[in-house]
């Protein structure tokens, strides 16, 4: 006899708040559970993953390079300086991920495609944005030139 009585609040409860088919429930993400591979419209997801599991591990999250395996393998490649990549060519950048570069493994093809890895370095592009560009040396001063107007005495 109990059960019944149990049963009728669960009914009323599924009755009073149908559930939609088909639609995940929202999820709630905050700044700080957001992370940097969130914040880029434009980079797939794969693209994202790819960093994630074999990138993220030695150049870290934000890719500044500063993880212990990253700094225990000398990782000097830091992609939060925009400085640092304004040296680099997106070749360069692809060369290093595909080959791989001193320690770095190469990004063999059945892990990613051409494709992806042209995003990979997109992506890397993007982890520098927002960073202070560092001021511009100031320009060497132009020469003084001597006035050629007549002076009156």
């Given at each position: 006899?109990?059960?019944?009585?149990?049963?009728?609040?669960?009914?009323?409860?599924?009755?009073?708040?149908?559930?939609?088919?088909?639609?995940?429930?929202?999820?709630?993400?905050?700044?700080?559970?957001?992370?940097?591979a969130d914040?880029?419209?434009?980079?797939?997801?794969?693209?994202?993953?790819?960093?994630?599991?074999?990138?993220?591990?030695?150049?870290?999250?934000?890719g500044n390079?500063?993880?212990?395996?990253?700094?225990?393998?000398?990782?000097?490649?830091?992609?939060?300086?925009?400085?640092?990549?304004?040296?680099?060519?997106?070749?360069?950048?692809?060369?290093?991920?595909?080959?791989?570069?001193?320690?770095?493994?190469?990004?063999?093809?059945?892990?990613?495609?051409?494709?992806?890895?042209?995003?990979?370095?997109?992506?890397?592009?993007?982890?520098?944005?927002?960073?202070?560009?560092?001021?511009?040396?100031?320009?060497?001063?132009?020469?003084?030139?001597?006035?050629?107007?007549?002076?009156?005495?």
């Amino acid at each position: 006899m109990l059960k019944p009585l149990l049963l009728l609040p669960a009914v009323l409860v599924l009755a009073y708040f149908p559930a939609k088919a088909g639609t995940p429930a929202p999820q709630k993400t905050n700044a700080a559970t957001t992370s940097a591979a969130d914040k880029t419209p434009g980079i797939s997801a794969k693209v994202k993953q790819i960093y994630k599991i074999d990138c993220e591990m030695c150049h870290a999250e934000n890719g500044n390079g500063k993880t212990e395996l990253g700094q225990s393998m000398g990782v000097t490649s830091d992609f939060s300086d925009p400085k640092f990549l304004d040296g680099k060519s997106d070749q360069q950048l692809f060369d290093a991920i595909r080959k791989g570069k001193d320690k770095m493994p190469p990004e063999d093809a059945p892990r990613a495609t051409d494709d992806q890895i042209r995003g990979l370095v997109q992506y890397l592009r993007t982890l520098s944005k927002g960073q202070p560009t560092p001021p511009a040396e100031p320009a060497p001063a132009a020469p003084a030139t001597a006035s050629t107007s007549p002076t009156a005495n």
